[in-house]
């Protein structure tokens, strides 16, 4: 079992910044990658950030040198950087852990970009 928790989400004018976060419990020794997604009401839910451990991160070409995923193996914790943030970045925001077979999901966070 993995239990994600993301926070770090709110309202921002367009060109902010903000810092996702999303702490991790459970079977964590276990979680090579994990990423960031988002979704929008009535649209997919896309991938916007993966982070493998030695093997680098990958980011959707919409967020590439605006967004920066990390992880914090001391704190169990994965973080989103956002900045120059665009009032299309507008979405909830789901950190992700696939382990066998299963992908764990948090509860999402909100993000709205608005002048």
């Known amino acids: 079992q993995v239990l994600l928790v993301e926070s770090g989400g709110g309202l921002v004018e367009p060109g902010g910044s903000l810092r996702l976060s999303c702490s991790m419990s459970?079977?964590?020794?276990?979680?090579?990658?994990v990423a960031w997604y988002r979704q929008v009401p009535g649209n997919q839910r896309e991938l916007v950030a993966l982070f493998t451990s030695g093997a680098g991160t990958n980011y959707a070409d919409s967020v590439k040198g605006r967004f920066t995923i990390s992880r914090d193996a001391a704190k169990n914790t994965v973080y989103l950087q956002m900045n120059s943030l665009k009032l299309e970045d507008t979405a909830v925001y789901y950190c992700?852990?696939?382990?066998?077979?299963?992908?764990?999901w948090g509860q999402g966070t909100q993000v709205t970009v608005s002048s």
């Open positions: 459970g079977r964590i020794f276990s979680i090579h990658t």
């Open positions: 992700n852990a696939p382990l066998w077979g299963y992908d764990y």
